[in-house]
């Protein structure tokens, strides 16, 4: 399994940026994928997420009305759109997937990240 997440880097507040993260070794469309973020001090939290086959997504209330989860089944890829960047938003961003391995149990697997630097 490999996730290889790429796009970040340093961007104006209210700035856009899209995070896509690369998938292999699993099937892409039956497991659930999601972008978690950890600043400097702070444990990791959950940013977006999307559950496969049924496209339905989740967010953080931070993040609700700024950014955007969505997959490319096509091509084994889940993007995060990040809209109005602020100086919180700040974080190295995670690529993970839930790979389902039994009807009871999915392993979680993680990209390397992908720092995301929004100046005050």
């Known amino acids: 399994v490999q996730l290889v997440e790429s796009g970040g880097g340093l961007v104006r507040p209210g700035g856009p940026l899209r995070l896509p993260c690369a998938a292999s070794g699993f099937t892409f469309s039956s497991s659930d994928m999601g972008w978690y973020r950890q600043a400097p001090g702070k444990e990791r939290e959950l940013v977006a997420a999307i559950t496969n086959p049924t496209g339905i997504t989740d967010y953080a209330d931070s993040v609700k009305g700024r950014f955007t989860i969505s997959g490319d089944n096509a091509k084994n890829t889940v993007y995060l759109q990040m809209n109005n960047l602020k100086t919180d938003d700040t974080a190295v961003y995670y690529c993970?997937?839930?790979?389902?391995?039994?009807?009871?149990?999915?392993?979680?697997?993680w990209g390397q990240g992908t720092q995301v630097t929004v100046p005050s």
């Open positions: 993970n997937a839930a790979v389902p391995i039994s009807w009871a149990y999915n392993q979680d697997y």
